[in-house]
């Protein structure tokens, strides 16, 4: 059983800078991705960045230059650094981790509010 824990949301302004952070626990060798989803009030989930076991890393276009995944194998933690945020990042963040089985976990998720 594997158990996702994200922090680092807040209420930043636009142009400010957060990082959030997916810290994993439990049975975790059997991981194959990780990822960053949000969802914005009245809008779809969307994935916003993943990154693979293999360092393989995939954003949404529009997010592409502004924010980095990555991930410390050491501390079992995937990091989302955002910079250059915009009104429209405001949204719920969720870590989710994919394992070779297929089966997905998801984290309680995280805010973030970014103000004009």
């Known amino acids: 059983q594997v158990h996702l824990v994200e922090s680092g949301g807040g209420l930043v302004q636009a142009g400010e800078s957060l990082r959030l952070s997916c810290a994993a626990s439990g049975t975790i060798f059997s991981i194959n991705a990780m990822g960053w989803y949000r969802q914005a009030p009245g809008k779809q989930r969307e994935l916003v960045a993943s990154?693979?076991?293999?360092?393989?890393?995939n954003y949404a276009d529009s997010v592409k230059g502004r924010f980095t995944i990555s991930r410390d194998n050491a501390k079992n933690t995937v990091y989302l650094q955002m910079n250059s945020l915009k009104p429209e990042d405001t949204a719920g963040y969720s870590c989710?981790?994919?394992?070779?089985?297929?089966?997905?976990?998801w984290g309680q998720g995280t805010l973030v509010t970014v103000s004009s």
């Open positions: 990154i693979t076991n293999g360092g393989r890393t």
């Open positions: 989710n981790a994919v394992f070779s089985s297929g089966l997905e976990v």
